[in-house]
């Protein structure tokens, strides 16, 4: 895989009267439920390491009280760990200076948040520039990628309004072109979607798929939205209790689900829209018939698999390599699980 | 049993040799450093006088636009506006003139002095616990003890006059700012500091770009209850040598003039309306984006 952008290693995160003291309880295994009985301390984070690709959307997953948001805060210091590691693009973080820091948050992070955090005393407009303006950047130059970014998250017009006077929607573009104004190279979503109802919910994730599609940033997305995370992930990451439980693709969870409790988060989900033939399709003697690209989803393989002859297709990848057959009933029982 | 019918006090000569003690050292000190002190305000002496020269030498006419220019820039209200003119109109009908100029001058120079005091200590107290923690009790005492138990050591210290007369209203009058800074700041919403923290703001960013603008509508709730203080000490600082309207009402008392007591103390009252609803709309208006205004 290509290079990885952020590395956590290792990361505990105790929340407490003095975390440092009952962190060997926790390495040596005490959970959340028992380190809470017996310290009173909480447990945020447990022994959480994953390693972030550039250029990809890593989606973190977890009911509330999972960690998850904790878990992003980390990335840029908004809360110091207890034990641990966290490095961006090789260095590491939790070593680094306050003057170092600011200038990682300026530069290298961008953030978005689930309840917008836009600074109501300032004009859309004054909002998207913040970024630029605590880096001290010029006036004009200020003006001009604001503005870019606002005709960007179809907010043209709106330059001169108060974030009070937007719908919801509206403030979380403001929020997204905040975050894209400063060209860092990872932008860091918590939960940005979560607080818009489920159309323009849509709305948003296609308008970031579209924006990703161009920019290639290094997305760390948290979502308690199976769908969400399925939609937008490359890879996603599962946490329950401040631990992680699996980390894989999105076909990879469905199908080989780490335990019942991931198990029970995807039995709803509608598979034939996650999972694609590559996934299915049984390595074996080559096929002479018709072929149908690899990356179909399932749902969409289901015509032409039931016009083909045996029902079944063979299945290449867009390079041309031949990967197996895939019949229609193998297609079936993917889709009942 | 005499043990448990009197509460069994110090004896009399202890105590008068305590107070004796105190009395002496405090007349030591004020005798020691009274000139210094008195040289360390005279800048602000020289101020407040050319200040009252400046505003009893204006021709009335002048000083009837400004009110009414001062009124409309902070209420951007006909209501106010009219209303702050007809007031200082009658005050010149009823020869208060020169008396209301004196107390506009000393209440707007405690006023500015508070508040070049009182908002950095309650940034100050914003940002530190254990500052507030020290300084909430300080001002708890301020507001409640007598003021005329202040003024016994400010008049040893610095005589009868303006000085003192001004530091009495200060005394009084500080503790709203200094209070509503400190909770304005620390009512600001922690999801937008965090928002701001994350795109690296510094502490400096943050604090003029985030935290006092956001706190604005407390702290000028602060500015609005101090006005209204300090005009509240206006007799009281007449008794020490401050010219003003509270000269003819400790005159009134005297003498139970019934009618000047009355009309002097209604001109405070205009006053503190004029002052109160300006600063007041003017606070409102601050705070327009949160209605969606503009």
Known sequence: MSELKVQIKNLYKIFGKNPKKVLPQVKTGLGKPELLDQTGHVLGINNVSLDIPAKQIQVVMGLSGSGKSTLIRHINRLIEPTDGQILIDGEDVLTMSDRQLRDVRRKKTSMVFQKFGLLPHRKVMENVGYGLEVQGVKDDEIAQKAQHWIDRVGLTGYENHYPGQLSGGMQQRVGLARALATDAEILLMDEAFSALDPLIRYDMQSILLELQDELHKTIIFITHDLDEALRLGDKIAILRDGAMIQEGTAPQIVLTPADDYIADFTKDINRGKVIRLRAIAEAGTPYDGANIPAGTLLNDALQPLAQAPNQTLGVTEPDGRYLGTVSLTKVIGALAG | ?294
Not at chain 2, 25 to 44: H, V
Not at chain 2, 64 to 88: D, E, M, N, Q
Not at chain 2, 123 to 139: E, H, K, Y
Not at chain 2, 214 to 229: E, R, S, W
């Open chain 2, 1 to 294: 049993m005499e043990f448990f019918e009197e509460f069994p006090s110090l004896g009399r000569k202890t105590l008068s040799g305590m107070k004796q003690a105190v009395d002496e050292t405090f007349k030591g000190f004020s005798r020691a450093y009274g000139e210094q002190l008195e040289n360390f305000f005279d800048p602000l002496l020289r101020f407040l006088i050319w200040f009252e020269k400046l505003l009893e030498a204006t021709p009335w006419p002048i000083i009837l636009l400004v009110v009414g220019g001062l009124a409309w820039l902070g209420s951007r209200s006909w209501k106010i506006t009219i209303g702050s003119v007809l007031a200082f109109v009658a005050i010149g009908i009823l020869d208060m003139w020169e008396d209301t100029m004196a107390t506009l001058a000393i209440i707007s120079v405690a006023t500015m002095l508070c508040i070049a005091i009182g908002i950095p200590l309650g940034i100050l107290m914003s940002r530190s616990d254990r500052a507030q923690g020290i300084i909430t009790p300080i001002l708890d005492v301020m507001q409640t003890i007598p003021s005329f138990v202040y003024l016994i050591p400010v008049v040893m210290l610095l005589g009868i006059g303006k000085v003192p007369g001004l530091l009495a209203v200060c005394i009084y009058a500080i503790p709203p700012i200094v209070r509503l800074t400190n909770l304005g700041i620390r009512l600001v919403d922690k999801d937008v500091l965090e928002a701001a923290d994350a795109f690296g703001t510094s502490p400096w960013q943050k604090l003029w770009g985030v935290q006092v603008p956001l706190a604005l509508p407390n702290i000028f709730a602060g500015i609005n209850q101090t006005i209204m203080m300090a005009l509240s000490m206006v007799v009281i600082a007449s008794m020490i040598g401050v010219k003003g309207l509270g000269v003819p009402v400790l005159r009134a008392i005297s003498n139970q003039y019934l009618a000047l007591g009355l009309m002097n103390g209604l001109a405070i009252v205009a006053l503190a309306i004029i002052f109160d609803r300006v600063s007041q709309t003017y606070g409102k208006r601050l705070q327009a984006y949160r209605n969606g205004g503009k």
